[in-house]
């Protein structure tokens, strides 16, 4: 197993009683494999990704549980320990590819920023990594966009920017959080695909969150649905989208007009 997670928990405890974003939450992951968290907005999603990795290390805050990852716990990391796993071994992508780019640097330059910090490299050969990302994260015309500015992009080409941030050093875990919420059902449905031939191609396992099960369905193989911190029902996608046991994940599946719309069609207009 690539990874092992076991009775994560979240706990905040800065506002009077402690709160339980995330409660014994646990999943374990293989190689290559793409799962799902699916779940309404605050059900503890991103909790459970931050905790991963290494981002909720903060007062007022306790993380516990175990996330072994390939033999190492992630939990019991130091911040500069976990600092060589983060953007090597796994990646983040988040659902705000504006905040997450800094406006001040080209784009080919944050593309390569993870490479500065961890590899030894010419100028030249961190720029043919760059590209080759760039161009895996579905870019096109990477040469013109490496030496654009954020604010020049597109929303879905800022996310693939940041999918070719994320992957520059071929990462075998991605984590993408609501990657595709802030965009359009086309661009949307673009982004899915140039996962899911991310996966086929470098094998990238790949733990996609989304309070969107229509979405989960179609990316990934395994899901688990998330309630109020808590894991309500996991297994096969199309087991769980087809056949919830939960009412929370009929409503979960029914969640979204926009998507029966597309059904029958096939296009989108
Ligand atoms: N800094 C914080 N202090 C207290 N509670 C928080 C904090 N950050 C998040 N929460 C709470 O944790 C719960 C889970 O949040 P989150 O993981 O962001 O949900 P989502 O599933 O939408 O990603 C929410 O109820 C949220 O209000
Ligand atoms: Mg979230």
Known sequence: MMLDIRDLSVVFTDQGAPFTAVDKFSLGMDRGEIVGIVGESGSGKSMT?????????RSGAAVGGSAVFEGTDLLALSREELRQYQGRDLSIIFQEPMT??????RVGAQVEESLRIHEKLSRAERKARALDAMALAGLPEPEKVYRQWPHQLSGGMRQRAMIASALVLRPRLLIADEPTTALDVTIQAQILETLKEVNRKEGTAILFISHDLG???????????????RIVESGPVDEVFYHPREEYTRLLVASRPARKKLKGGGGDG
């Open 215 to 229: 979405v989960v369905k179609a990316l990934c193989g395994r899901v688990v649905v998330m309630k109020r911190g």
């Open 100 to 105: 997450s780019l800094n406006p001040t640097m």
């Open 49 to 57: 990704a931050h905790a991963l990795m290494g981002l909720i290390r």
